[in-house]
């Protein structure tokens, strides 16, 4: 057999798309293809983030397409076109923009066995990015070529369970201000009842040994190493546990829950309770997990017709006042404290918050007291409706760092001023509140997040639970590992596992079980705040063994506070490393394509010579040693994380 397919009479069902799906002879809004206002009569319409998987025999002959942002979006959109070859790339356009004619794609085909037709966001999301595969066509020889299906997967919990004896969790550092209410849970798994105890503890402070809750209050700055035990009927363990009185706090990347993927605008305190008993009396708390932060709607709603969003937003003082599904905050979290837990808040730089809920422009001292009276231990700040012009409509102007005094960058300081703003005010609370910048990225927040006292800063807009959202965000942090450091952290956004829904109807995430493992691997490789975003009432077994690896969770919340960056990349090959504190190295293996692919990872970028030890840190099992160099095939979007020494 031999002839032209035209990609249109295939099977599009099997193409995937980061926004609705792809069509026939249309573009992805089912208007005729046009690019650069030239009209194709045939051709694919698809969106970023895409791709389209095809088996062929080695005897096809050619690949041809014209490739472009589709008419209708106008000049907005940009995406970059990529055809793969057994893992090989044969073309990509660059970066298309609206507006622009189309590229022409002539790719030779012979020996190929898989054509992979690739459509990324180009850097700047998915937004407008109606990206077209126009005059699209295979010229075969042998036989004719067949869509790869996008195949099942099953959902294989690989964490084994803990064993019974006592093992020491969580991290091996942990910061705290002095003077302020100290308050860090040492964990273990195994069986319970467990006794905890630590030795060498500062002057200050006491452990209760039921619960393994350090608290008091560090009376000076300095260092102090502690050995903690774990006991229980089979064993006792210890461990050292180093902590550091100073100025910085979160030197280890918190471990948490946020309410906002989950039930977004809908959330009330009776979800936050839900929250916090679940992740107390599962096995969640025994792995380190303890904030539960309530994201946007916790305050009042200008304007709003949803009565228990409505009231007075502030009170004769102007202290900031919560809405009706939020009775009695201090109640709230002490119920959260009594639980061994953290509790974290949310707020605005702006007058109204993301959500239209009532920000903390011009009341931020005010606000910052009330979330220490309150006792809350982390407050995440998203820009919004804040603009820099307004600063000239204080009414006094607001106390902020010094710092600022020496940016002479106009743009980067309009940037900065709201953030130094709210520091300086948390600053004067007699309580560490974890710091948590939210402005996706803008003005490359990561080069001064720091300077304006951010313990964690946003790098991206919005995560959803898609491929192109979450993959497109992960491994768009190349580069910025630089700027990491503990109490210092880059944040990619939360956690898109288990039941997720963003308002009252909760679906199971959308990620396939490879997709999500790719997902809590390379989020522990970037030492990224892990914020579950789910449901927690709805567990289930898959979730659950996402979350509670230690020898996962140790490669976030490693001693040296390095983030991985990535070594190299063949294709959709993909391998990141991260430094460990023992001197080894945490390695993923990724695989962004569609077909399982070989991996390999080069010791030598490592400055590994000789023999190394290999971990599947996912299966907790050594693996043979390697020298030179560590290939695994990886399958469809999926990933294996090794701990290499
Ligand atoms: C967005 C923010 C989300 C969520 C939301 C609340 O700007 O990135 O994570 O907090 O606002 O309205």
Known sequence: MAGELPLSKLDLRSMETGWSHAKAGKSIDGNALTIGGKVYADGVGSHAESSFALQLDGKAREFTAAVGIDSEVGNKGSAEFVVMADGRELFRSGVMKGGQAAKEVK?????????????????????FDHADWADARIDFAGSAPVVMPIPKEEAVVLTPKPGPKPRLTGPRVFGARPGNPFQHRVTATGTKPMTFSASGLPAGLKIDPKTGLITGKLADKGEWRVEVAAKNSLGSVTRPLRIVGGDTISLTPPLGWNSWNCFAGAVTDGNIRDAARVMAESSLVDHGWCYVNIDDFWQVKPGSNDPTLQGPERDAEGNILTNKRFPDMKALTDYIHGLGLKAGLYSSPGPLTCGGCSGSFGHEEQDAASYAKWGFDYLKHDWCSYRPESEKDRAKPAPRLSVLDSITNDEKLKLMIPYATMRAALDRQPRDIHYSLC????????????????????????????????????????????????????????????????????????????????????????????????????????????????????VNQDELGKQAGRISKDGNGEVWAKQMVDGSWAVGLFNRGTAPLQVSCDLSLLNIRGAAQVRDLWRQKNEAPASGKITRTIPRHGVALLRVK
């Open 107 to 127: 790719v030779p085909l012979g020996g190929v066995k898989l054509l992979e037709l690739v459509v990324t966001e180009a850097g700047d999301g998915i937004d």
């Open 439 to 554: 402005q996706y990225g803008m003005g490359n927040v990561s080069e001064w997040g720091d300077m304006v006292g951010g313990n964690s800063w946003r790098t991206t807009g919005d995560i959803n639970d898609s491929w192109s959202s979450m993959a497109g965000i992960g491994f768009k942090q190349a580069g910025l590992e630089k700027y990491a450091k503990p109490g210092r952290w880059n944040d990619p956004d939360m956690l898109v596992v288990g039941h997720v829904g963003w308002g009252p109807a909760l679906h199971p995430t959308k990620l396939t079980p490879n997709e999500q493992y790719t997902h809590i691997s390379l989020w522990s490789l970037l030492a990224s705040p892990l914020l579950i975003g789910c449901d927690l009432t709805k567990l289930d077994d898959f979730t659950v063994g996402l979350l509670t690896n230690d020898e996962v969770l140790e």
